[in-house]
């Protein structure tokens, strides 16, 4: 008989690195790659596997969060499948969640209403594909009572991340660090360290027990990686499972273990930019491991103009349904639904979110435009990033990002 599995997405972050655009928003409603949402895509992994329980746990500005999964991720109820938000309810006192830890913590009522023998513990912001039945059937191999995802990456880098420290069986955690600046490589490999992906399956009584231990230690930070995953390395009860074992069926050489954390404005811009090559580093066109999302009605972008130098066109580009590309260039860009780009526009390397609209005459570059940002004509941004960081935000790496309905000047 298949194991009961249970899935918990943690999406009540609040993203304060990525405002402007989480200003108005939680972290894992932030539109991404035209027509996505970033929760869409650990929700897609987890229906792709065939888990359709799956709890969102959300907290921070919810409400388009929750639309969007509300409106989009309808399953089937004849199998009791479901995939539904559930914000915080102060089950447990008056008081908020307080850590991820204790998100769990507080809707213990979910786990005991299912009974799953398996409980998956995955974030809502990260850009990636993975099958997460094969690191399932591992744990459950292994017999830990939790299995923790790590994705390889340079020794150099450690102190960007949660590490991850593995005993000489290489599958062990002996050690999970946040950040360290004296981190050791891996046994085979002493040039790399494990990061954490923040996603975990646990044995359910594992989760649980450590859960409710932590609940009762006042001076915990009740968060999953600082707290609940130590513990139980503590305990000898903790395994890695190496991302890069992970096979996704139509993946390829090119995009095998992608995942990227975009919790900064300059990582959310690059993973746009991996998007558009012509050999993507992240392909969204693999058909055998689809992306979900809502479809709405909108018509098929359109070009038009050619006349002299007013031309529509799009090179390097993505360009979702519903945009107008009239007689400008758009170059090396995301551009998504009901966008429109007016006569002799220039967009360059640049987001353009759903609803904006880039009057005649405006440059664009290297910026990041949320919904229905207007620039008026002539208006020039990420031209003069002096004058830029006068009115908008820029990034450290110098990209403009203008949030929701924000003015811009001309």
């Not at 409603?29 to 027509?35: H, N």
């Not at 912001?125 to 340079?154: F, K, L, N, W």
């Not at 998504?336 to 440059?363: C, F, N, Q, T, Y």
Request: with cysteine; glycine share 8%; hydrophobic share 40%.
């Amino acid at each position: 008989m298949a194991a009961k599995v249970l899935a918990i997405v943690l999406a009540g972050g609040e993203g304060k690195r990525l405002m402007p655009l989480t200003t108005d928003r939680a972290k894992p409603a932030v539109p991404f790659g035209g027509m996505y949402r970033m929760v869409d895509f650990v929700l897609s992994n987890l229906a792709n596997a065939g888990y359709l329980k799956i709890v969102v746990l959300t907290q921070y500005k919810s409400h388009s969060l929750d639309r969007h999964i509300t409106k989009t991720w309808r399953m089937s109820t004849l199998l009791g499948n479901y995939v539904t938000p559930v914000p915080a309810q102060q089950r447990r006192g008056p008081w908020w969640f307080a850590g991820s830890a204790d998100a769990i913590y507080q809707s213990f009522n979910l786990i005991y209403d299912e009974q799953p023998d398996y409980v998956i513990v995955f974030g809502a912001d990260h850009i990636y594909r993975m099958d997460p039945r094969q690191m399932v059937e591992d744990h459950i191999a292994s017999g830990a009572g939790v299995t923790v995802a790590g994705i390889r990456q340079p020794l150099s880098t450690a102190d960007q991340f949660g590490v991850i420290e593995v005993g000489e069986d290489g599958r062990r955690i002996r050690a999970f660090r946040e950040k360290p600046t004296d981190a050791v490589g891996l046994p085979d490999a002493p040039d790399e360290i494990y990061a954490s992906m923040g996603n975990y399956v646990f044995t359910t009584k594992a989760l649980c027990e450590a859960v409710e231990r932590d609940a009762d230690d006042k001076t915990s930070k009740h968060d999953m990686g600082g707290s609940i995953i130590p513990m139980l390395v503590e305990r000898g009860e903790a395994n890695v499972y190496d991302f890069r074992d992970n096979e996704v069926p139509g993946s390829t050489d090119r995009d095998r273990g992608y995942w990227r954390d975009v919790g900064t404005l300059d990582s959310f811009y690059d993973a746009h930019m991996d998007l558009i090559n012509v050999h993507p580093v992240f392909n969204l066109y693999n058909f055998d491991w689809p992306i979900y999302t809502e479809q709405p009605p909108f018509p098929p972008a359109k070009f038009v103009h050619q006349w002299g130098e007013r031309v529509g066109r799009a090179v390097a580009s993505m360009v979702s349904p519903g945009a107008v590309i009239s007689g400008s260039l758009v170059e090396n860009s995301i551009v998504s639904p009901k966008v429109k780009v007016h006569s002799w526009a220039h967009v360059d390397g640049s987001v353009l979110m759903e609803g904006v609209e880039i009057g005649r005459h405006a440059v664009v570059r290297r910026a990041i435009l949320d919904k229905n940002v207007y620039v008026p004509e002539g208006a020039e941004i990420g031209v003069d990033l002096e004058r830029d960081r006068q009115r908008y935000t820029v990034s450290d790496n110098g990209i403009v990002v203008i949030g929701k309905g924000q003015k811009v000047e001309p």
